[in-house]
């Protein structure tokens, strides 16, 4: 695990250093992790990937199933859109595990292979704000742009914090939020480890806050109208947002909202595909028809398989 003061030290964001450090990195071999998957030769090809709220650097980031999604997957043009490392947590706890830096390496590795990559810093990695406009290691970091899709329909890109009342006029509370939301986390591993030893299914007990306190919809709600709006101003055809970890794509008013979801809990991704439809992708969708992909080459080649992973994917991680 890296060390704290070596994350924090005045040349950690040095980002032509930390560039170079992580591709060197590529070359070494990583520190034993669980059992990998095996995935077929054939990954998941889109036109387009978005991601956020991965919150690397704390216990609730789902490191290995990001790792995952991201090595099963392909695509022109990947989006960061935000809360890709959370500086918040790191700063009052330190953590930061091999998965941790492996999916850094594989960011670095799809920028350096050609996929173009946009970093668009949220509220937690805004230390990243500082560098809006440059381009590093074949990472563009924006503040917001648009994106066109092959159907020719404009998208604002954005995390979205600028629309949170809460991160814009109390900054205060939503430090005190983002504890609260740590705890229910925490909860929520000890509650769905007992659950899943019962052969129950995954709960969060976050999301069913969100949709059934009354306050929490209204949140979201007007968070969603705003960035609606903030389109429509524009002259734009829809949105693409993260921040509030809530998947969703619909129309407001004529402007088509995507909310991409997040990393902790949700596991989504939204995706273009070559035809220009947008739609939300699951961690686990992505495992089956990688899994799928696998068996039917092992089909051609005569090799035998065993159905026991793909089973495991049918267990939502705890």
Known sequence: MKSREG?????????????????????????????????????????????SDLHLGTTGC????????????????????????????LRRRWYWDQN????????????????????IPGNHDEMMRQ?????????????ELVHTT????RLLVLHGD????????????????????????????VFNNWRARAGLPYWSLSQYLK????????????????????????????VVCGHIHKPEIRSI????????????ESLTALVEEASGELRLVSWQEIMQRTMQGTMQEQRRHGTPHSSAKESELCVSPS
């Not at 941790?100 to 970093?119: D, R, S, W």
């Not at 092959?150 to 329909?153: H, I, S």
């Open 253 to 264: 008013d004529g402007i088509t909202y995507c909310n991409d979801g997040d990393w902790v």
């Open 150 to 153: 092959a159907q020719g329909k």
């Open 211 to 238: 949709l059934k306190v009354k306050n929490a919809v209204n949140y979201i709600s007007s968070f969603e109208d705003a960035l609606a709006a903030e389109a429509r101003k524009k002259g734009l055809d829809g």
């Open 162 to 189: 600028r629309f949170d009342g809460v991160i814009a006029c109390a900054k205060w509370l939503a430090y005190v939020g983002d504890s609260l939301y740590t705890m229910i986390l925490k909860f929520n591993q």
């Open 100 to 119: 941790h830096n492996n999916v850094v390496q594989t960011v670095l590795k799809k920028a350096k292979k050609g996929t173009e990559v946009i970093f």
């Open 62 to 89: 789902q490191a290995g199933r990001v790792l995952e999604f991201l090595r099963a997957t392909e695509s022109d043009t990947l989006y960061l859109i935000g809360d890709i490392i959370d500086g918040w947590q």
């Open 7 to 51: 994350f924090f030290d005045p040349g950690f964001f040095d980002i032509d250093a930390l560039i170079h450090q992580k591709l060197k990195q590529d070359a070494e071999q990583d520190a034993p992790q669980e059992p990998k998957r095996k995935l077929s030769s054939e990954p998941n090809r889109f036109r387009t990937i978005w991601i």
């Open 131 to 143: 560098f809006i406009n440059l381009n590093f290691g074949g990472i563009r970091i924006r503040d």
